[in-house]
Structure formats: structure tokens, C-alpha cells
């Protein structure tokens, strides 16, 4: 079946300027994750989607970054006024019940390159 | 603060060697932990998924051991392959939330 699938593949803007970063969990995947890989980092959890519980932005490095999920299923990272550092892979993962017991599923990711 | 860290950071071995890989966490309050493998430009595959309950699982070559007490899991490959090169990746799910804490990964390469 289909797995998690994200776009764009590769990003490359300016600085200052907003991107908006889309994920498509695999379906029926009701948890839904961002995380960040970048080289001085590793790799970094964002934030994190259950249902219709609030999200847990608790990894969000700035208020530039923001993130929704509509209708439990596609999400959409936003980065606003971006940065240099704000260059990385971004990755999408999902997962059927509540994470902590289950497997995530990763997307391909999103090279954000920001000049 | 959960650290995770991963030993070696590189590792090349001859085609058809066992070996073994590290991985150490800070706090041993874990629901579970997570072997994954990254290639080149691409995102993470799922390897093998250790609850906290469990000491080990196995899928092929493939066996992942869990220590919680002391910290510790160890992924075992056997007989290993060209195609088994790739950067694994140790994660944990860790009490107060359900997000991912990555190790810093091993990059393995497997020579013909």
C-alpha cells in the first residue's frame, strides 16, 4: 500500500521569505509527527498530531514555525521568515494508534535549502 | 533531558562478517525502542520495534537485544551484505510524550 508521502521533495528559497511543507500520512494513520534532520542536530522531533487532541508543539525551535493537520489526515509544516539554520531535511512520519507503542512510518523527507 | 548515543559512529567490514551496533539512553523510562536504517537522500526505514516489556526481537539477519535497566540495546546483523550499507538509527519513546529521541547514528559500510 501507499506509504507516507511528502512534498515538495526539494525545496530552495530565499531568506526571509515563508515555505509551506506538506505531508499525506498513510491512510487511516490516525498519529502524525514532524521531525528535523539537520547536520549539527541529528535528527529532531517538531511536533506531533493524535486524532483531535491538541498537538504537542513542544519541539518547535521558534514561533516562526507553525504546523496544522486538516481533517485528521494531511498536515502542513509552515516556516515563516526562514532563516539560513532553518536549512534541513524535514521529515513526516505516521503512525496507527498512539506512538508509543507503535511503529512510525517515515516519509522520503523535504531538503529545505534556504540561501 | 533523554540522551541517546550510538557506538561506532563508522563502521566498514568485509562482506560476510557478523557485527554489532550500540546504543545507550540516558533514561530508562522508555515505552519502547526502534532500530531504523537511513540511505543516501532518503527517509527512514522501520527495522525493528522493541517494547519495553521485551528483551529482543528478530526479522532475517536481523536481531535487536534491549537492556532498559542499564541503558542499552544492541543491534545484530549476520552475515552481512553490500546491501546492508546504510546509516542505522537507534530511537526511544521515553514517558511524557510519544515523540521520537534519535541516536546519533552508526554509518556502516560493507565492503565486497
Known amino acids: 500500500g501507499a506509504g507516507v508521502s511528502q512534498s515538495p521533495s526539494n525545496k530552495v528559497t530565499e531568506k526571509g521569505k515563508d515555505v509551506e511543507l506538506r505531508c499525506d500520512p498513510i491512510?487511516?494513520?490516525?498519529?502524525l509527527y514532524w521531525y528535523r534532520q539537520s547536520l549539527g542536530q541529528g535528527l529532531e522531533f517538531l511536533i506531533y498530531?493524535?486524532?483531535?487532541?491538541?498537538?504537542?508543539k513542544s519541539g518547535l525551535p521558534s514561533d516562526r514555525f507553525s504546523a496544522e493537520r486538516t481533517g485528521g489526515s494531511v498536515s502542513t509544516l509552515t516556516i515563516q521568515r526562514t532563516q539560513q539554520e532553518d536549512s534541513a531535511v524535514y521529515l513526516c512520519?505516521?503512525?496507527?494508534?498512539?506512538?508509543?507503542?507503535?511503529?512510525?512510518?517515515f516519509g522520503p523527507g523535504t531538503r529545505l535549502t534556504v540561501l | 533531558k533523554q540522551e541517546v548515543t550510538q557506538i561506532p559512529a563508522a563502521l566498514s567490514v568485509p562482506e560476510g562478517e557478523n557485527l554489532v551496533l550500540n546504543c545507550s539512553f540516558t533514561?530508562?523510562?522508555?515505552?519502547?525502542l526502534q532500530w531504523f536504517r537511513q540511505d543516501p537522500g532518503k527517509g527512514l526505514t522501520s527495522l525493528l520495534l522493541?517494547?519495553?516489556?521485551?528483551r529482543e526481537q528478530t526479522s532475517g539477519r536481523l536481531n535487536a537485544s534491549l537492556d532498559k535497566s542499564s541503558g542499552r540495546s544492541t543491534l545484530y546483523i549476520a552475515a552481512s551484505q553490500p546491501g546492508d550499507s546504510a546509516t542505522y538509527l537507534c530511537?526511544?519513546?521515553?514517558?511524557?510524550?510519544?515523540?521520537?529521541?534519535f541516536g546519533t547514528g552508526t554509518q556502516l559500510k560493507v565492503e565486497l
Open positions: 512520519a505516521s503512525s496507527l494508534l498512539r506512538g508509543g507503542t507503535d511503529t512510525q512510518y
Open positions: 522493541i517494547q519495553s516489556s521485551q
Open positions: 498530531f493524535q486524532g483531535n487532541s491538541a498537538p504537542d
Open positions: 530511537a526511544v519513546i521515553a514517558g511524557g510524550g510519544n515523540k521520537l529521541t
Open positions: 491512510s487511516g494513520h490516525t498519529a
Open positions: 533514561d530508562s523510562a522508555i515505552y519502547n
